[in-house]
């Protein structure tokens, strides 16, 4: 593995880079992207990849579930939050996307049994913003099997995710001034289908 890890810069130095080198020297002194990306961090989910996009147009937030905390000042260490505000503040983003997808285990996770995630106690607490979803799928979903539960959630999650960055007092201003677009995707992995959440229907429609 460590091999092919080496064998991949090289050839991203000797091809790839080589390719976009103008591009990389106009990106030398600073970067100037037009969308915050916050998706999974699940190695399936590839965002330069899905979107068709260069360096230096996205700037890219990853973590367990795609979740955005709701804002708050924190004393400890918020790299979500933190990596939000620069975004928006200082990078000025025009476009924000919450990009969850398809058989996501962290989605999946809310629902292990107390012994597993007592192993995992980060993980556990991380859960806890997802709390409410856990909550509304257990209640509308009783009968249903694990695939359509983790589906309902998976989506579910997307929405909830966009009211959290609703509480980040420069976003929300932004956002009903019209000079921030926020997304909803859904990406389904076997497939390639990108759903966008539509806020006035409140249904994902595919993006073609």
């Not at 996307?97 to 556990?124: F, M, Q, R, W």
């Not at 099997?145 to 579910?156: A, F, G, P, Q, S």
């Amino acid at each position: 593995m460590e091999d092919k890890l080496i064998e991949g810069v090289v050839k991203f130095r000797n091809e790839d880079f080589y390719e976009h080198q103008k591009l990389f020297s106009e990106l030398r002194d600073n970067q100037d992207p037009h969308t915050l990306f916050i998706g999974c961090a699940d190695s399936r989910l590839v965002p330069n990849l899905i979107t068709n996009t260069l360096p230096g147009e996205l700037f890219v937030v990853r973590n367990i579930a795609n979740f955005v905390p709701p804002y708050r000042v924190s004393a400890e260490f918020a790299a979500t939050t933190a990596a939000i505000e620069y975004a928006v503040v200082v990078l000025n983003v025009e476009n924000i996307v919450v990009c969850g997808h398809s058989n996501c285990g962290g989605c999946s996770a809310l629902y292990l049994p107390e012994e597993k995630l007592n192993k995992i106690p980060n993980v556990k607490k991380w859960l806890e913003l997802a709390a409410p979803i856990k909550k509304q799928v257990l209640e509308d979903l009783q009968d249903e099997d694990e695939k359509i539960r983790n589906w309902h959630t998976e989506l579910l999650n997307v929405v909830e995710q966009l009211k959290h960055l609703l509480t980040y007092p420069f976003i929300k201003e932004r956002y009903e001034k019209g000079e921030l677009k926020l997304y909803g995707w859904y990406y389904v992995i076997e497939t390639g289908d990108v759903y966008d959440y539509d806020f006035d229907l409140k249904e994902f429609k595919l993006i073609r």
